[in-house]
Every structure is written in C-alpha cells, then in structure tokens.
C-alpha cells in the first residue's frame, strides 16, 4: 500500500484541493457580480430621483416665472390705463402711483414720442418743470449716455421710477438701440404688449443689468385703429432676468 493517501476527486476527475479554489472563485465572481447589479441598480435608482427632483424644480420654477410675467402685465397694463384715462399725468403721479408697483421689477418707465421739429421746445418743456439739465440722450460705443443725434423721431424716457442706486436714465431716446427699436416696432405694428429680447439695461446696477423691456403702447382716447394710429407714448416695465429667477426662491444649502 502507497505511503501517500490518495486524494479523492469531484466528479472523477477533479482533485479535492482544485475544486476548493474554483468553488472560492465561482463564489468570488458570483459575488462580484450581485455586487454589480446591485451597485447599477441603486445608481439607477439615484439617477431616476435625480431625474424627477430637477423636473420637479423646473417645473415649479417655471410656474414662478409664468405667474410672475403675468403680474407684471397686469401691473403694466394698469399703469397704461392710468395714462390712457388721463388728460394729463405729471411727475409726482407717475411716481406715486409706480412706486408701490416696484416689487420684483427694476423701474418702471413712461416714454413719449418725439419729432425732430418738437425736440427743441420738448426739451425746454421738461427744464421749466424742473429738470434743468435734461436733454435726449443715446447710448456711445462705451455704454455711456451721451447728446443725442439728429433724427426724425425720437422715444424719449420722460418718467421713471427705479430701484437702482444709478439714477434714472431719463431723456434716452429708446430708438436708438436696434432691440429697443425692433420691440416698440412690435408694439406699434400689434397694438399690444410686447417683451424684448434680453438685453443690457440702461442704468440698472451690473448684477441686475441683463434683462428685458415689457413695453404697452399709450393711445390717445379716440384713437380707433390701434395697428395704424402709432402709440403717443409708452409704458415699460424693467426686468432683470437674475430678480425674476431668483428672487423669493430659496437659497441653496452650503
């Protein structure tokens, strides 16, 4: 009889030792691969939660938005229909009805069509009533407010009422910016309220700067045909899209 025992074998031809090392290894991938599924499908999972939180958020930041543009134009056409039933609405008025109105809107504004032959006796106007240095104004190459050209017509900025610490950029004559132009020509062209492409905002603060004009069109009382008769002036609403996303909304954790 032989001095070493003989081993036994699995299945007749697998040694006892053998089999012990791929039995560990099937266990080994086995649990890798439970491991895996495991990890992909608690990954999905996250990103699923992910997925309808952020739809979540938008959409109910969308619902803001929405409510929020809406406020805005009923304020604005509200402040239209003061002007419209009006005779005349002078300084002190358009601030004291436009004041509580500034929540959520950077200024809001009254602006009156111009033409070169009133210019003169327009900008005098507006001294004797107390503005002594006013006079039409346009943006230079640098973005300052400068002596306005000589022109056809003008849309002037004659009231504002404003949150910003820079003032007022009263007398700046809204055509002589393309998208400022191209939106009171859609005014003009519908005879209703129209909203600007975004842009740089004339006097607002840097971080409040980029926004857009709310525009309605002021008709005088027995204008008829709104899509033919241009507006006597306009009302506008100052909006800065970083207030109209975020403010109210809250802050995130750190």
């Not at 002037?156 to 950029?169: A, E, F, I, R, W």
């Amino acid at each position: 009889m032989s001095l070493h025992a003989v081993r036994p074998k699995i299945l007749g031809f697998i040694r006892e030792d053998v089999s012990a090392w791929l039995v560990a290894l099937l266990v080994l991938l086995v649990g890798g691969v439970l491991t895996g599924l495991l990890a992909w499908s608690t990954l999905n999972l996250f990103h699923h939660q992910l997925r309808q939180r952020f739809q979540l958020l938008a959409s109910e930041r969308y619902s803001r938005i929405e409510e929020r543009f809406e406020d805005q134009e009923q304020r604005l056409d509200g402040l239209r229909r003061f002007f419209a039933n009006s005779d005349s609405v002078s300084r002190a008025e358009f601030d004291g009805y436009t004041q509580p109105l500034l929540l959520r809107t950077q200024a809001y504004s009254y602006a009156e069509r111009v033409t070169r032959d009133q210019r003169a006796a327009f900008e005098r106007r507006v001294r004797d009533e107390g503005l002594s240095s006013f006079t039409l104004r346009e943006l230079n190459a640098a973005g300052q407010l400068q002596l306005a050209g000589e022109r056809d017509e003008y849309v002037v900025v004659l009231y504002s009422q404003t949150q910003s610490k820079l003032g007022s950029p009263l007398g700046y004559d809204l055509l002589a910016q393309p998208l400022r132009r191209a939106t009171l020509d859609r005014v003009d062209q519908h005879g209703g309220m129209a909203v600007s492409q975004p842009m740089h905002l004339v006097s607002i603060e840097p971080a409040y700067a980029r926004g857009v004009l709310l525009v309605a069109p002021v008709m005088q009382r027995d204008s008829q045909n709104r899509t033919t008769t241009k507006p006597y002036g306009y009302v506008m609403a100052v909006i800065s899209m970083r207030q109209l996303l975020a403010d109210g909304l809250p802050e995130a954790s750190r």
